[in-house]
C-alpha cells in the first residue's frame, strides 16, 4: 500500500559526505567551495527548517561563479530568480507552494542544462531531476549545522 507522502518524497540516498559547519561564513565558504565543482547542468536540491542557511549556502555559491552574494535574495515571492556570472544561476524557492508546480517555467530550465540551479524546499518537487545533489541542512546549535550531501537516484 502507497501512502500519500511516498507519493511526494523522492528516493533518498544515504549521504556520501557530512561536513559540520561552525558558522554562517563556514556555510556560505561551503556554497563558494560547491560552486567550484559545479557545472552548467547541475542542480541541488536545498532541504532544510527555515533558518538553517538554504539561501546562505546559495549566496556562496552565486560568489563562487562570479556573481556579487549581496545581490542573491530568497526568491518565496518571485519563486525563481535568474542571476549571470561566469555561469547561469537559477535560485529557486518553493516555500510557498504545495506540492506540485504551476507554470514556472522550472522544466524547461532544467531541460536545457545551461545553468547551476539551486531549489529551496526541493522536498516539494514531485520527482529528482537528473544531476541532482541533494543538501540537507541540518540544525545542530545556533550556530552550527550538519551538511548532509548525497547523490538521490533520478525519478
Do not use: C
Not at 559540520?20 to 563556514?26: C, G, H, I, N, T
Not at 514556472?104 to 518537487?125: C, K, N, Y
Not at 540544525?139 to 533520478?154: A, L, N
Amino acid at each position: 500500500m502507497t501512502s500519500e507522502s511516498d507519493v511526494h518524497d523522492p528516493p533518498r540516498a544515504a549521504p556520501a559526505e557530512v561536513i559540520l559547519s561552525r558558522s554562517p561564513e563556514e556555510t556560505f565558504q561551503l556554497g563558494v567551495r560547491m560552486s567550484q565543482q559545479l557545472s552548467p547542468g547541475s542542480v541541488l536540491l536545498l532541504k532544510g527548517e527555515l533558518g538553517a542557511g538554504k539561501t546562505l549556502l546559495v549566496k556562496g555559491l552565486a560568489g563562487g561563479v562570479g556573481i556579487d552574494p549581496r545581490d542573491v535574495t530568497s526568491p518565496t515571492f518571485a519563486l525563481i530568480n535568474e542571476y549571470h556570472g561566469r555561469t547561469r544561476l537559477y535560485h529557486v524557492d518553493l516555500y510557498r507552494l504545495d506540492y506540485g508546480l504551476p507554470e514556472l517555467g522550472l522544466e524547461e530550465i532544467l531541460e536545457r542544462g545551461d545553468a547551476i540551479v539551486a531549489i529551496e524546499w526541493a522536498e516539494r518537487l514531485a520527482y529528482v531531476p537528473p544531476n541532482a545533489t541533494e543538501v540537507e541542512i541540518v540544525w545542530v546549535s545556533e550556530q552550527e549545522r550538519e551538511i548532509r550531501i548525497s547523490r538521490p537516484k533520478p525519478s
